[in-house]
């Protein structure tokens, strides 16, 4: 989890939308696909991408798996952008 990898996850507009909707509250992998006129599969390869950047977090509970955000990792890329502004 670096900045680069965080960067590499943003660029995407359907990453960007999921961390949209996650600001809501956790949601299962199905809920989230439900809302992307993309396969089920690139929604999951979007999920792993923003999971493996630290973006989102994932809970398995039964036979599901919730996403929620993690803005932790935003307020790092914020405080960053911010530092690089005040110079």
Known sequence: MGLQATIKALSDPI???????????????GEISEKFPVSAAA??????????????RDTRE????????NASVLEEVLLWISSLRDT
């Open 62 to 69: 039964g036979k599901f798996i919730y996403y929620e955000l």
């Open 43 to 56: 929604i999951s390869k979007h999920l792993a991408v923003l999971k493996d950047s630290g973006l989102i």
């Open 15 to 29: 990453r960007r939308e999921i961390l949209g909707i996650l600001k809501s509250g956790r949601l299962s992998a």
